[in-house]
């Protein structure tokens, strides 16, 4: 009986902490979502206001004209189209940024020898404008697509690639000492402890890119 009677108490606690758990993550979501609606009522009242109050509609359109030209826009199948196509380049070129800038980056953060050997070489490549290299983008690739790409992968390159180099310098050294005291391989030590700890930086820099990345496709 007085095990039955633990195990109903372990259980009932367990149960209770799980329940705190989903409370406290409905209430995180309903004060992010509560406050981003009231941020986004506060706008919609202010634009109105000033519009109104401006009363040029080239100078500050009117809340209700930006509303009614939205829902145009989404009626239009070409605007879907162009959306689609700037869509396939925003994640081709993150996607090949990530697949350069993530081993790089690993590499650098892991290694001193990487470190010092690749540093000046990637340093003197972010200090050229981005728009730099749409002349030679253009002439590698033609027009069309490509030359986005091109930009989009370059700028994801370095915010991966920095991230991650973050995130691997971050790594506490016991991690290394356990993975080495446990008979790991340098490059089980890479594969068990570096690849994994650093995943927080390539999330990092991914969402980093992706925002930068509408700027270039723009």
């Not at 930006?66 to 994640?91: E, F, H, N, P, Q």
């Not at 990487?114 to 728009?131: G, V």
């Given at each position: 009986?007085?095990?039955?009677?633990?195990?109903l108490v372990k259980s009932g606690g367990t149960q209770g902490k799980r329940r705190g758990h989903r409370a406290e993550a409905v209430r995180s979501w309903l004060a992010y979502y509560g406050n981003l609606a009231i941020s986004l009522t506060c706008i919609i009242v202010v634009?109105?206001?000033?519009?109104?109050?401006?009363?040029?509609?080239?100078?500050?359109?009117?809340?209700?004209?930006?509303?009614?030209?939205?829902?145009?826009?989404?009626?239009?199948?070409?605007?879907?189209?162009?959306?689609?196509?700037?869509?396939?380049?925003?994640?081709?070129?993150?996607?090949w940024g990530a697949v350069i800038g993530f081993p790089i980056g690993a590499a650098m953060g892991f290694s001193k020898l990487?470190?010092?050997?690749?540093?000046?070489?990637?340093?003197?490549?972010?200090?050229?404008?981005?728009?730099s290299w749409v002349p030679l983008a253009v002439?590698?690739?033609g027009l069309g697509g490509g030359p986005t790409i091109f930009i989009?992968?370059?700028?994801?390159?370095f915010n991966v690639l920095?991230?991650?180099?973050?995130?691997?310098?971050?790594?506490?050294?016991?991690?290394?000492?356990?993975?080495r005291s446990m008979g790991a391989s340098g490059w089980g030590t890479v594969t068990d402890v570096v690849f994994p700890s650093s995943?927080?930086?390539l999330v990092t820099g991914l969402r980093v890119s992706i925002g930068s990345a509408w700027g270039a496709v723009v």
């Open positions: 009986m007085t095990q039955q009677k633990n195990g634009w109105y206001l000033a519009a109104h109050w401006v009363d040029d509609s080239f100078k500050f359109p009117m809340i209700e004209d930006i509303l009614g030209k939205m829902g145009y826009a989404l009626g239009d199948m070409y605007v879907w189209r162009s959306l689609a196509i700037t869509m396939r380049r925003v994640t081709v070129g993150v996607f990487a470190m010092y050997t690749l540093a000046p070489f990637i340093n003197s490549l972010r200090q050229i404008p981005t728009m002439v590698w690739f989009i992968a370059f700028q994801a390159t920095l991230a991650t180099v973050g995130a691997v310098q971050e790594i506490s050294p016991d991690y290394y000492n356990a993975a995943m927080a930086g």
